[in-house]
C-alpha cells in the first residue's frame, strides 16, 4: 500500500466528511466490483462514526452495496476531477469495462474485502446499518465506520491540511451539469489564516 | 422583505445545498425562536426537494422542529462566520437572550411562520416528513422542500454564482474547533473557468 495511506483514528474519521465533499462509492460482490460518485453523502454520528449516502436503485454500485452489506465512501481531489464525473455518468450496466475507463485504479486494506479507490484523499470503509424503509423509500443508506484511512499530504493528526497541500489535493463539492467547486480558505474564527 | 431575496425554483432547491455546506437551522413554536448551526444537513432527493438534518436531543432547536413539524434550513456565508459559530456553540436553554447576543436577526416570507436568518445567502423551507424511527435512534430529520429562496447576488437562474460575488459570500465548511473552510474555485469538467 502507498506508504502515505495512514489509519484516522475512528473519533476523528467524521472530519473527512463534515465539509461536505463529494465523494466515490465503491463496493464489491461476487467477483464484481463498481464505483460511482455521489454528491449526497453525510456524517450522521461521531463514535462509533457513521455515515448516510443516498444510492438511487438503478445503479450498479447498490446493488453490490445490498449483496455485500459493505461499502468505502471515499474523498476524491481536483487531480481526480474528470474520474469523479466519469464515475458519475456512466453505468456498469451499460459499460462493462467502466472502471478501465474512467481511469479507476482500486486497492484493498487487510481485513476488508471491499475495493479502495487509489489516489483519493480519505477512505471510510463502512458496514451497512440494515434500515430496509430508509433503503426503498429515500433510497437512504447509513454505514457504520469500521476503518478509516488518509493520505498523510493532505489530511494528518486528525485534521485537514489543503492549506499546505497542492491545489491538486483540494476537495471536490459539484454542483450539477459538470460544474463542481474545489474547497477553498480556512478560516478559524477569530483569525484569518 | 430584502428586493435581492427572490424565490428559487423547487426543482432546483437541492442546488442550495448540494456542494456540503455548514447550515443554520431556524424553527419557532409558541412564540419562541431559536437558530442553531449543522453541519449534517444533504440533500435526499430532486422533486419534490428533501432533505436531511442531524439534530440531537440536547438542542432546543430540536424540540420546537418537533412542535412545530417545521423547520428552515439555510445556507450562511463568510460574512456570518462569527454568528454561525456562536449559534452552535450556546444554547438557548442557557442563554434566554441566544439570538440578540449572536446578532442573529429574524424575518418571515408570506404564508410561513418559521422565521428565516437575515444575511444568509439561501433559505430552504422545509415540513418535517416525519420518522419517528429516524429521529429517536439517529437524530435524523426529513424535510421536504415547499418553498426556496436565494440572495440574487451570490445565487441566480438556479446557479451560485461565487466568482462574481465578494469573497464575504462564500459558503462555509465546518470541520471542528471553530476551523471552517470557505468554498473555492469553480471548476468546470473539461475547463477551467
Redesign the interface.
Known sequence: MDPHILPVELEKAY?LL?????VLVSATHGGVADVMAA???????FMPP?I?V?LDKATSTRALVERSGYFVIQVPN?AQ??LT?AVGSMSLADVPDKLARCGVELFRVEGHETPLVAGCSGWLICKVVP?P??QQT???F?GEVVSAWADCRVFRNG??E?ESAGPEW?S?????G?????????????KVS
Open positions: 472530519r463534515n465539509h461536505g465533499p463529494t454528491a449526497w453523502s453525510c456524517a450522521l454520528d457513521k448516510t443516498v481536483m476531477i474528470e464525473h434500515e424503509h430508509n429515500y433510497d437512504l447509513i485534521h485537514w489543503f483540494r471536490l463539492h459539484y454542483i450539477a459538470g460544474t463542481f467547486y474545489a474547497i477553498g480558505d480556512k478560516v478559524v474564527v477569530g
